[in-house]
């Protein structure tokens, strides 16, 4: 039959005793420590990824906010260089005008005095003319 012996027993118990305090020391106490600092920088980096992530978003709001606004610019400098470009074009245009009508006044000023001077001349020749066609129907 089995027998107990309570020195051993004893002595099992003192070994497992000081196999758990040893196993507590050397090998779950560090085991946890690193499971917790490795929860720590989980957590760390999360907050840091979350951190990015605002961060992120806020570079892109202000990255859409300067190429709205560089749109906006170009705009206003092409409405600019457009509305000079008419402006120029139309001062162009008058000057054009004024001088097309400047020449067209002295074309008719000129037309009028050739029309003048050739009434003038017809009529001074007047005499001659009627002489001659005296001469030329009494040949006839």
């Known amino acids: 039959m089995l027998e107990f012996d309570i020195r051993l027993m004893i002595f099992t118990a003192i070994v497992f005793l000081f196999l758990i305090a040893l ?24 907050k840091n990824a979350t951190r990015n992530d605002d961060d ?3 570079y892109i709001v202000k990255s859409n906010e300067i190429i709205i606004n560089a749109k906006n610019e170009a705009n206003k400098i092409k409405q600019d260089t457009l509305n000079d470009a008419k402006e120029k074009a139309l001062k162009e245009l008058d000057n054009k005008k004024v001088n097309l009508e400047e020449d067209y006044s002295n074309f008719i000023s ?3 005095k050739q029309k003048e001077e050739f009434k003038d001349s017809l009529l001074s020749k007047l005499p001659e003319f009627k002489d001659s066609l005296n001469d030329k129907f009494a040949k006839i």
């Open 23 to 46: 196993l507590n020391k050397i090998l779950y106490k560090p085991v946890i420590a690193f499971m917790d600092k490795r929860e720590a920088s989980i957590k760390e980096d999360e």
């Open 56 to 58: 992120i978003n806020a």
């Open 110 to 112: 000129d037309l009028n």
